[in-house]
Protein backbone atom coordinates (compact mmCIF):
# COMPACT_ATOMS: atom_id res chain seq x y z
CA UNK A 1 0.00 0.00 0.00
CA UNK A 2 1.27 3.21 -1.19
CA UNK A 3 1.40 6.51 1.25
CA UNK A 4 2.74 9.65 0.68
CA UNK A 5 2.23 12.21 3.91
CA UNK A 6 3.61 15.81 3.50
CA UNK A 7 3.89 17.90 6.62
CA UNK A 8 5.75 21.28 7.67
CA UNK A 9 3.19 23.68 6.59
CA UNK A 10 1.65 26.43 8.10
CA UNK A 11 1.74 30.19 8.62
CA UNK A 12 4.39 32.03 8.05
CA UNK A 13 5.66 36.09 7.43
CA UNK A 14 6.38 36.83 4.20
CA UNK A 15 10.98 36.98 3.99
CA UNK A 16 10.53 33.82 6.31
CA UNK A 17 11.49 30.18 5.72
CA UNK A 18 9.12 26.92 6.75
CA UNK A 19 10.61 23.38 5.23
CA UNK A 20 8.20 20.76 3.74
CA UNK A 21 8.99 17.11 3.88
CA UNK A 22 6.96 14.29 2.41
CA UNK A 23 7.65 10.71 4.01
CA UNK A 24 6.36 7.47 2.08
CA UNK A 25 5.53 4.24 2.48
CA UNK A 26 4.90 1.38 -0.38
CA UNK A 27 7.60 3.45 -3.02
CA UNK A 28 11.32 4.13 -2.49
CA UNK A 29 11.78 8.06 -3.96
CA UNK A 30 15.61 7.38 -4.75
CA UNK A 31 14.06 4.64 -8.12
CA UNK A 32 12.32 7.48 -9.75
CA UNK A 33 10.90 11.20 -9.65
CA UNK A 34 9.06 12.99 -6.73
CA UNK A 35 7.50 16.46 -7.41
CA UNK A 36 6.36 19.03 -5.40
CA UNK A 37 2.91 20.50 -6.74
CA UNK A 38 1.05 23.55 -5.24
CA UNK A 39 -2.36 25.22 -6.24
CA UNK A 40 -3.81 28.82 -5.22
CA UNK A 41 -8.04 29.01 -4.64
CA UNK A 42 -8.68 30.16 -8.48
CA UNK A 43 -5.06 29.51 -9.73
CA UNK A 44 -3.96 26.72 -11.80
CA UNK A 45 -1.96 23.52 -10.03
CA UNK A 46 1.64 24.39 -10.73
CA UNK A 47 4.94 22.15 -10.59
CA UNK A 48 7.18 24.06 -7.76
CA UNK A 49 10.09 21.55 -8.40
CA UNK A 50 11.06 17.67 -8.96
CA UNK A 51 13.95 15.79 -8.30
CA UNK A 52 15.36 12.41 -10.30
CA UNK A 53 16.70 9.47 -8.61
CA UNK A 54 20.22 10.41 -9.40
CA UNK A 55 19.91 13.89 -7.67
CA UNK A 56 19.30 16.61 -10.28
CA UNK A 57 16.37 19.03 -9.84
CA UNK A 58 13.90 21.40 -11.51
CA UNK A 59 12.78 24.29 -10.25
CA UNK A 60 9.81 26.10 -11.64
CA UNK A 61 11.24 30.00 -12.37
CA UNK A 62 9.11 31.65 -9.83
CA UNK A 63 10.67 29.76 -7.04
CA UNK A 64 14.25 29.45 -8.46
CA UNK A 65 16.94 30.39 -6.09
CA UNK A 66 14.33 30.37 -3.21
CA UNK A 67 13.92 27.09 -3.09
CA UNK A 68 15.42 23.79 -2.97
CA UNK A 69 14.38 20.78 -2.80
CA UNK A 70 16.29 17.45 -1.52
CA UNK A 71 16.00 13.55 -0.87
CA UNK A 72 17.18 11.50 2.15
CA UNK A 73 17.29 8.28 1.25
CA UNK A 74 17.91 6.31 3.97
CA UNK A 75 14.49 7.99 5.36
CA UNK A 76 13.10 8.01 2.13
CA UNK A 77 11.42 11.65 2.35
CA UNK A 78 11.61 14.51 0.44
CA UNK A 79 11.92 18.00 1.27
CA UNK A 80 11.23 21.32 0.01
CA UNK A 81 12.93 24.11 1.87
CA UNK A 82 11.32 27.52 0.98
CA UNK A 83 13.18 30.50 1.82
CA UNK A 84 12.26 34.58 0.92
CA UNK A 85 8.66 33.28 0.95
CA UNK A 86 6.31 35.52 -0.65
CA UNK A 87 2.62 36.94 -0.04
CA UNK A 88 1.99 34.36 -3.74
CA UNK A 89 3.68 31.35 -2.77
CA UNK A 90 0.35 31.06 -0.20
CA UNK A 91 -0.70 27.82 -1.70
CA UNK A 92 -1.63 24.05 -0.36
CA UNK A 93 1.23 22.06 -1.16
CA UNK A 94 1.40 18.71 -2.92
CA UNK A 95 4.12 15.69 -3.29
CA UNK A 96 3.50 13.23 -5.87
CA UNK A 97 5.68 10.46 -7.14
CA UNK A 98 4.06 8.54 -10.22
CA UNK A 99 0.71 8.21 -10.23
CA UNK A 100 0.52 9.00 -6.07
CA UNK A 101 0.10 11.84 -4.36
CA UNK A 102 -0.26 13.00 -0.76
CA UNK A 103 -2.94 15.18 0.99
CA UNK A 104 -0.85 18.03 1.22
CA UNK A 105 -0.17 21.01 3.37
CA UNK A 106 -1.29 24.33 3.77
CA UNK A 107 1.27 27.02 3.70
CA UNK A 108 0.03 30.90 4.72
CA UNK A 109 2.71 33.79 3.81
CA UNK A 110 1.10 36.59 5.40
CA UNK A 111 2.13 39.26 7.52
Known amino acids: QVQLVESGGGLVQPGGSLTLSCAAS????????TNWYRQAPGKQREVVAD???????YYADSVKDRFTISRDNAKNTVYLQMNSLKLEDTAHYYC?????WGQGTQVTVSS
Open 26 to 33: GIIFSRGV
Open 51 to 57: IYSDGST
Open 96 to 100: AYGPN
